[in-house]
DNA sequence: ATATTTTATAACTATAGTGTTATGTATCTG
DNA sequence: CAGATACATAACACTATAGTTATAAAATAT
């Protein structure tokens, strides 16, 4: 899988709330499928799709424990989704352009910035 | 909108390998509509779906030059989703569940640690 | 062996996403 | 005004998601 490829399946992972909530009660602890079903109106393969998702997108690992299941968060996943937010840190903490503005500032009046910027 | 509809729709829209390279050129210029489609084997249409879902999350906006719609990417957005993966940085960190370990085993040993752990 | 528990899969419905072509609309240009 | 340019929208086909119920399969428990 390229990186894209795995930038969608993981992506598409998270825009569902149900998903969301799920890797939320992850953090607390491992949990077999019955135990992430039951705080949901929804069927037991319902909940069973969601995770072939979040396992799909390596959101989730899922061990052996007799008749269980147990789901198990993983981390690389989303890690590598935040490292391709990140590039964007800029935009939303308000530097963005400011160095394209300098740059071009500097080439349009060789090295004399205007003032006024 | 509620935040998990936010969070749904971002998602949603950087589920997509399009629409992520759309943001990465409005990384560096706002951009029309033609430009933004020139490097895709895609008809005009279909860029102007992609630009809708994007606008539709919070992710870019648009002006008017002419009859050009001019393409700015927006940060709140990007801002939130990425806000919403950090909550899970100690998960790829390695430094997961340390602290819970640690509680478990002052617990169970009312303050006196094993060593092994 | 049989029954119970837990999970997965199959078949189905409904809706949403992604692309197409054809056409409509707004703005500029001659 | 007429034509060109930039973009949006409608109608359509195809695929993917998200849910359902019914059933199969795996492991445990009696």
Redesign the interface.
Known sequence: MTE?ER??A???A????TR?AI?ARL?E?DASVMELAEPFAMSQPAISKHLKMLERAGLISRGRDAQRRPCH????A??E??G??????N????N?RRL?ALLEDLQSTRGRPKRDN
Do not use: C, H, N
């Open positions: 894209s930038l969608d993981t992506f598409t998270l825009a569902d709330p969301r890797l953090m602890s968060i993983e981390g690389e989303l890690k989704a935040t391709w937010l990140e590039q964007y840190r935009v939303w903490e308000g963005f394209d």
